[in-house]
């Protein structure tokens, strides 16, 4: 079973930071690596960052630079340190968790999301 829980989101004024927040709960499986994810209503989902439990990162063009991912492998939280935001950074974002099942495999799990709204 795999749980995600997010927190952080809210509304922030252009050049603003907010920093997002993930906790995974995952019984008897392994998680892989960590990532946010985000949607404007009515556009495709968008990957924004992601990290191994290696520590190996990935950004979004963007994000990168003003985005900041980290994970904690004790505690399988992931968070996201979002600075200079910008309104189109405007979002829903949702956490996600690959998670080794063993013989059934990787999986992408997904919370449910929090809102950030950015804007003057």
């Known amino acids: 079973q795999v749980q995600l829980v997010e927190s952080g989101g809210g509304s922030v004024q252009p050049g603003g930071s907010l920093r997002l927040s993930c906790t995974a709960t995952?019984?008897?499986?392994?998680?892989?690596?960590m990532g946010w994810r985000r949607q404007v209503l009515g556009k495709q989902r968008e990957l924004v960052a992601s990290?191994?439990?290696?520590?190996?990162?990935w950004y979004a063009d963007s994000v990168q630079g003003r985005f900041t991912i980290s994970i904690d492998n004790a505690k399988n939280t992931v968070d996201l340190q979002m600075n200079d935001l910008k309104p189109e950074d405007t979002a829903e974002y949702f956490c996600?968790?690959?998670?080794?099942?063993?013989?059934?495999?990787?999986?992408?799990?997904w919370g449910q999301g929090t809102q950030v709204t950015v804007a003057a």
């Open positions: 990290i191994t439990t290696a520590g190996k990162t």
């Open positions: 995952v019984t008897n499986w392994g998680i892989n690596g």
């Open positions: 996600t968790a690959l998670i080794d099942r063993g013989i059934m495999g990787e999986y992408d799990y």
